[in-house]
């Protein structure tokens, strides 16, 4: 039995040495030790400095082409493609007009939308009790007249967390890392204090969310998550419209 099952292992070596070289090169790429239209190193280059087999090079550069991240020319070589996507496709800087901002909301609106879904099915009584300590300090926040930014992403963070799939999370901390801060320095811009309406709704889509989660009531979450997103869209299309309009 032990003699059949293992010829079986090696042909798992390859695709993870195969990443490395992926690895390896991606990060020359966007650190810019490989600046765009410039040659990756040879196949010769790559074997030396990783110690991997030629057809490992030849699959990780096969890789990297499918990603659109490097294109060979027939007798010159590999080389970076130029504007290379950073890692996702996501640029913090792109995030730079309204649109953008809505954009990523409606991005936000699909991920965090799964993402309450998931934690309503999967959250461990430790991540749910995480969650409620997230919204009752959120809503001290908001009754407190603070800023509640960071409130408010810690909430939507625990729930993410709660999904217990770890590349929902990270995505969704990347998300927040990276993009929440540029993005509220722009709808900072367009309007004053939010009314206290439009804090009194945002408290309660918050609650509903949390509610549904407690329950273990994944649809419910999903659409309470999905309402919250999709009003706070509606909310900053409306306060950038009204900005434009006071602008003529």
Known sequence: MHM???????PKRPPSRAQDVVTHISRMIEDGRIKPGERIPSETEIIAALGVSRSVVREAVSHLQAAGMVETFQGK???AVAGTPQRMGLDPDSVETMHDVLAVLELRIMLEAESAGFAAARATEAQLAQIKAALANFLETCHAGGDTADADTALHLAIAQASNNRYLDDTLKHLGRHFLPRTRLITSKLSRDAPAVFLERVMREHEDIVNAIT??????ARAAMRTHLSNSRERLRRAFELNEAAGR
């Open 4 to 10: 059949s099952l293992h010829p079986s292992t090696p």
């Open 215 to 220: 329950r273990r009531d994944p649809e419910s």
């Open 77 to 79: 070589g590999t080389f």
